[in-house]
């Protein structure tokens, strides 16, 4: 038998530490490190991302941090003209007037 065993760098993690920090670990998972799981110094696990797993954008999605797109940002078009537009520079000079 052959076997051909593709590993990324590991970092060993000890069984008591993964069980009181595991939220942080399973973030630190979901961005694509990978762990050794070890019980009394012997390696018996590996937490990891799931192969293919997911791209940038699903994991902002699935961790509520953004939300899933809707429609064609192209179709958008150009914004109406004749509306209320001003230059940003303009629009802070207001702002900071008004504190002050």
């Known amino acids: 038998m052959c076997y051909h065993v593709y590993m990324k760098s590991r970092r060993r993690l000890g069984v008591r530490a ?4 595991l939220s942080v670990y399973l973030r630190r998972v979901g961005s694509g490190e990978t762990f050794e799981v070890t019980a009394r ?3 018996v696990a ?4 799931i192969e293919g797993g997911l791209t940038p954008i699903e994991r902002l999605v699935s961790s509520g941090r953004a939300s899933q797109p809707e429609g ?3 179709k958008l078009g150009p914004p109406p003209k004749g509306g209320r537009w001003r230059r940003l520079s303009r629009a802070l000079q207001e702002q900071r007037a008004e504190r002050f």
């Not at 993964?18 to 920090?21: A, D, E, L, T």
């Not at 590996?46 to 991302?49: A, D, F, Q, R």
């Open 18 to 21: 993964m069980r009181q920090n």
């Open 41 to 43: 110094g012997r390696p």
């Open 46 to 49: 590996v937490l990891g991302p």
């Open 72 to 74: 064609d940002l192209l």
